[in-house]
């Protein structure tokens, strides 16, 4: 069976945390003060029962008379009383009940004793009830303060976490540049700023890393770039023949994933710049779809005028093209909709893994890669898009997703700025 997990909030946490702390805290005292009035109370009346009650045993040493409301061997006199004026010594005792009674008794000798009792004032036990309300009052105000307190505290240290994992969101998303403890901010330093710390100095660490693979591949391509054109250059010398094609083929095929390899170094760097020129989109992917597949079908919905660099926009619209005629099916549909660019096959559509994890170098979708490419031409074609500030989205067409592959460019309202982005804007759901 799988476990019931209730999620909440570290405020809400921390809230009723702090509140039942301060609950516990004012009944603990509110019942400690109570008991102490209370003792304190019937301490008093005792003495003052037994003051009065020693006032009287004088007045009747002179007088022979009770006075003040004493008896002499008064037969209601509780036992323990008269347990201890036997043995000669003078006792108060207090008779429970809602209205305690109060008892005094004196031993007068010859196994007389004066006695006399009187129920607790009135004003007394209102005074505990008075203290009962206002101690009641106190508890309900320290608990809802507690919370406040809690939630405020709470709050703060809330805020912090869901900043912070908002820039390690960012950081997942390739965004290396950013750093938690600046987004997280504050002048109050807790264990948020070593966890931000924490995640920083792993996304430096991962940046390095990155970087010098970068590096790496980049260096290799380069390299592998002057063995592989002199490879394709011996390889134009052959005499015809099969063999000898086969030999062009796979030379011009190295080649190819050389320049590629390179040109995705670049564009990881990011380090291109876009060449804007101002192009009617339509006509431009008219004439350089009609170049790159003949067997296209183009059609222009709505014109529109775009800043962008056009060497980079038929990269983008090469490689869409490419990927769906080589993995998918006839016929392969370009459209022109505004700044929306869209390319439609109708083979079996894209793989779950790039629907849900975007483009990914040397992942074909396809188990046989001879002849089918290396992967990075949806990685190039996303990668242009960056420079060009333009969004690349992926989705099958059909209700169960089987009705062929679309892959939709949004091209953006404004000009690129210096660092090859554009403004955040609001785009509408692909469709």
């Given at each position: 069976?799988?476990?019931?997990?209730?999620?909440?909030?570290?405020?809400?946490?921390?809230?009723i945390a702090?509140?039942?702390?301060?609950?516990?805290?004012?009944?603990?005292?509110?019942?400690?003060?109570?008991?102490a009035?209370?003792?304190?109370?019937?301490?008093?009346?005792?003495?003052?029962?037994?003051?009065?009650?020693?006032?009287?045993?004088?007045?009747?040493?002179?007088?022979?008379?009770t006075?003040?409301?004493?008896?002499?061997?008064?037969?209601?006199?509780?036992?323990?009383?008269?347990?201890?004026?036997?043995?000669?010594r003078?006792?108060?005792?207090?008779?429970?009940?809602?209205?305690?009674?109060?008892?005094?008794?004196?031993?007068?000798?010859n196994?007389?004793?004066?006695?006399?009792?009187?129920?607790?004032?009135?004003?007394?036990?209102?005074?505990?009830d008075?203290?009962?309300?206002?101690?009641l009052?106190?508890?309900?105000?320290?608990?809802?303060?507690?919370?406040?307190?809690?939630?405020?505290?709470?709050?703060?240290?809330?805020?912090r976490?869901?900043?912070?994992?908002?820039?390690?969101?960012?950081?997942?998303?390739?965004?290396?540049?950013?750093?938690?403890?600046?987004?997280?901010?504050?002048?109050?330093?807790?264990?948020?700023?070593?966890?931000?710390?924490?995640?920083d100095?792993?996304?430096?660490?991962?940046?390095?890393?990155?970087?010098?693979?970068?590096?790496?591949?980049?260096?290799?391509?380069?390299?592998?770039?002057?063995?592989?054109?002199?490879?394709?250059t011996?390889?134009?010398?052959?005499?015809?023949?099969?063999?000898?094609?086969?030999?062009?083929?796979?030379?011009?095929a190295i080649?190819?994933?050389?320049?590629?390899?390179?040109?995705?170094?670049?564009?990881?760097?990011?380090?291109?710049?876009?060449?804007?020129?101002?192009?009617a989109?339509?006509?431009?992917?008219?004439?350089r779809?009609?170049?790159?597949?003949?067997?296209?079908?183009?059609?222009?919905?709505?014109?529109?005028?775009?800043?962008?660099?056009?060497?980079?926009l038929?990269?983008?619209?090469?490689n869409?093209?490419?990927?769906?005629?080589?993995?998918?099916?006839?016929?392969?549909?370009?459209?022109?909709?505004?700044?929306?660019?869209?390319?439609?096959?109708?083979?079996?559509?894209?793989?779950?893994?790039?629907?849900r994890?975007?483009?990914?170098?040397?992942?074909?979708?396809?188990?046989?890669?001879?002849?089918?490419?290396?992967?990075?031409?949806?990685?190039?074609?996303a990668g242009?898009?960056?420079?060009?500030?333009?969004?690349?989205?992926?989705?099958?067409?059909?209700?169960?997703?089987?009705?062929?592959?679309?892959?939709?460019?949004?091209?953006?309202?404004?000009?690129?700025?210096?660092?090859?982005?554009?403004?955040?804007?609001?785009?509408?759901?692909?469709?």
């Amino acid at each position: 069976m799988k476990r019931l997990a209730l999620r909440t909030g570290i405020r809400w946490k921390i809230s009723i945390a702090i509140a039942a702390v301060g609950a516990l805290i004012a009944v603990a005292l509110s019942l400690v003060v109570h008991n102490a009035a209370h003792v304190s109370m019937l301490d008093n009346a005792r003495e003052v029962q037994l003051s009065q009650t020693l006032f009287a045993e004088r007045m009747y040493d002179t007088t022979k008379e009770t006075k003040l409301g004493t008896k002499i061997n008064d037969p209601a006199l509780p036992a323990p009383l008269r347990a201890k004026t036997k043995e000669g010594r003078r006792a108060t005792l207090v008779d429970g009940g809602k209205v305690p009674v109060i008892w005094a008794a004196v031993p007068l000798g010859n196994g007389t004793v004066l006695s006399s009792h009187s129920r607790l004032a009135g004003g007394g036990t209102a005074i505990i009830d008075d203290l009962d309300r206002a101690l009641l009052v106190g508890s309900a105000a320290v608990v809802v303060c507690g919370s406040a307190l809690g939630i405020l505290i709470g709050g703060q240290i809330s805020r912090r976490l869901r900043k912070a994992a908002a820039a390690a969101g960012r950081v997942a998303q390739g965004h290396t540049d950013v750093r938690v403890g600046t987004a997280i901010g504050g002048v109050v330093r807790d264990e948020t700023d070593e966890l931000a710390r924490a995640v920083d100095a792993l996304t430096d660490a991962l940046g390095e890393r990155i970087e010098a693979e970068r590096r790496v591949t980049a260096d290799i391509a380069h390299e592998l770039r002057t063995p592989v054109t002199g490879l394709v250059t011996a390889a134009e010398l052959l005499p015809p023949g099969r063999p000898s094609e086969l030999v062009r083929d796979r030379a011009q095929a190295i080649r190819t994933l050389v320049e590629d390899v390179l040109e995705v170094a670049r564009l990881d760097s990011a380090s291109e710049r876009a060449e804007l020129q101002e192009i009617a989109l339509g006509e431009f992917v008219e004439r350089r779809a009609g170049a790159l597949d003949p067997e296209a079908r183009v059609s222009v919905l709505r014109e529109s005028w775009v800043s962008t660099d056009p060497r980079r926009l038929e990269r983008i619209l090469g490689n869409l093209l490419t990927n769906a005629k080589k993995h998918g099916g006839s016929p392969v549909e370009v459209s022109v909709e505004g700044r929306v660019l869209r390319v439609r096959d109708h083979g079996p559509g894209f793989p779950e893994a790039l629907l849900r994890e975007g483009p990914s170098r040397f992942r074909t979708g396809t188990s046989d890669r001879a002849g089918q490419g290396h992967g990075l031409g949806l990685t190039i074609a996303a990668g242009q898009a960056r420079v060009l500030g333009a969004r690349l989205t992926f989705r099958n067409a059909g209700a169960d997703g089987t009705g062929g592959a679309v892959a939709v460019l949004w091209l953006p309202e404004h000009a690129p700025t210096t660092t090859g982005s554009f403004p955040a804007i609001t785009l509408p759901d692909a469709t």
